[in-house]
C-alpha cells in the first residue's frame, strides 16, 4: 500500500466492472485496477474516451458497486463515506437549482449535513472561510452574484458555484468530473487558479477527471494515464513542479517534460486502443 495505512488513503485494489451491452459481448469498464491516493493529494485521471474514467469516479462516489475488487475510502466503504457526506463531486454540468440564488445552491447542502447530524472536526486553521457559504463564495471569486440566479451566471461562474456547493459540505474527498471542459481557454484558466488556490490550503484530497494534458499536469501531484479496451491504469506520472502553482510555469522546460511523457503515454494508449480494436474486429 506504499506505506500508507486504509485511513491515510484511498485505495482501490483489483477492481474491475462489466457493464452488459445492447447487443454483442459486455463492456468491461474496469479491468484490475490499483491505485492509491495518499490523503491531501490532488491526483488526475486522464485517458482516451471510453477507457473508464467516469466509471472510476462513479465506484469512488458508492454510486455503483465494483463487480469485483474492493475500494477503501480512508477506511471507509464508498457507500459509507457517501452517506457520511465525505464525498464531494463536481460533475461535468454543474447541475446546480435554477430556481435558487447562488448562495441557497450552496446553503443547500449546510442544510443536508446539520439533518443529517454530521459534524465536521474544524478546518485547517485559516481555512475558516470554508464553514460559511458567504466566506467560501467570496474566496471563489463570487461575491457580486451571491442573489443571481444560475442561468444569470457565465459558465466559469457557474462551475465555481458547484465547486463551492461541493466545498461546503467540508468533504474527505472531492471527485471532478471534466469540471472545466465546457469553458473557453482564460475561462479556464481562471477556473484552474480558483481550484488551486482554495486547494492549497484545504488539502481536500482530489481526484480529478479531464482530457487536457496541461490541466492535468499543472494542478496535480500525480497523473494517472488509463487505456481501454479493457479500461485500465497504464501508467502513473508524479509531478514534481513547484508548488504554489501557476500559469506562469506552463512555459517551463520542467512543464514541457511532463507535458511530454504524459503525451507520450497517452499516445501509446490510444494506439494500443486502436490496435486492439483492430485485432478483434
Ligand atoms: N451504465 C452503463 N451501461 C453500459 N455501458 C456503460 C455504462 N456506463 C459506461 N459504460 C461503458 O463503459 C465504458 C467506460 O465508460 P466511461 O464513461 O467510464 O468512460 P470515460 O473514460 O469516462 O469516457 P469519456 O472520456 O468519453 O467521458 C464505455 O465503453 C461506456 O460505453
Redesign the pocket.
Known amino acids: 500500500m506504499n506505506g500508507q495505512t486504509a485511513g491515510e488513503s484511498i485505495v482501490v485494489r483489483d477492481v474491475g466492472q462489466v ?3 445492447r447487443s454483442g459481448p459486455p ?1 468491461v ?1 474496469l479491468d484490475h485496477v490499483d491505485l492509491t491516493v495518499p490523503r491531501g493529494r490532488f491526483v488526475s485521471v486522464i ?1 482516451p ?7 472510476l469516479l462513479r465506484v469512488l462516489a458508492g454510486l455503483e458497486e465494483p463487480r469485483t475488487g474492493s475500494v477503501s475510502v480512508f477506511g471507509a466503504t464508498p457507500a459509507a463515506a457517501a452517506a457520511a457526506k465525505s464525498v464531494g463531486f463536481v460533475p461535468q454540468v454543474p447541475a446546480l437549482l435554477p430556481w435558487s440564488s447562488v448562495l441557497q445552491n450552496v446553503q443547500v447542502l449546510g442544510r443536508v449535513n446539520r439533518a443529517a447530524g454530521r459534524r465536521r472536526p474544524a478546518p485547517p486553521a485559516g481555512c475558516e472561510f470554508v464553514t460559511d457559504p458567504v466566506s467560501l463564495l467570496t474566496r471563489l471569486g463570487l461575491q457580486d452574484v451571491l442573489h443571481a440566479r444560475p442561468a444569470e451566471l457565465s459558465g466559469g461562474m457557474q462551475q465555481r458555484t458547484a465547486l463551492a456547493r461541493a466545498l461546503a459540505l467540508q468533504p474527505d474527498v472531492l471527485l471532478m468530473d471534466e469540471p472545466f471542459s465546457a469553458l473557453d481557454e482564460f475561462t479556464r484558466e481562471a477556473a484552474q487558479l480558483q481550484l488551486l488556490d482554495v486547494w492549497s490550503e484545504l488539502r481536500t484530497t482530489v481526484v480529478f ?1 479531464t ?1 487536457s494534458i496541461t490541466e492535468a499536469v499543472l494542478l496535480s501531484d500525480t497523473v494517472v494515464v488509463m487505456a481501454s479496451g479493457p ?1 485500465r491504469i497504464a501508467t502513473s506520472i508524479p509531478v514534481d513542479l513547484a508548488r504554489p502553482r501557476h500559469h506562469g510555469q506552463l512555459d517551463s522546460s520542467a512543464m514541457h517534460a511532463l507535458e511530454h511523457r504524459v503525451r507520450q503515454a497517452l499516445g501509446a494508449a490510444y494506439a494500443e486502443a486502436g490496435v486492439l480494436r483492430g485485432s478483434t474486429a
Open positions: 457493464y452488459a451491452a463492456t469498464a485517458g474516451s471510453g477507457c473508464g474514467k467516469s466509471t477527471v482530457h479500461g
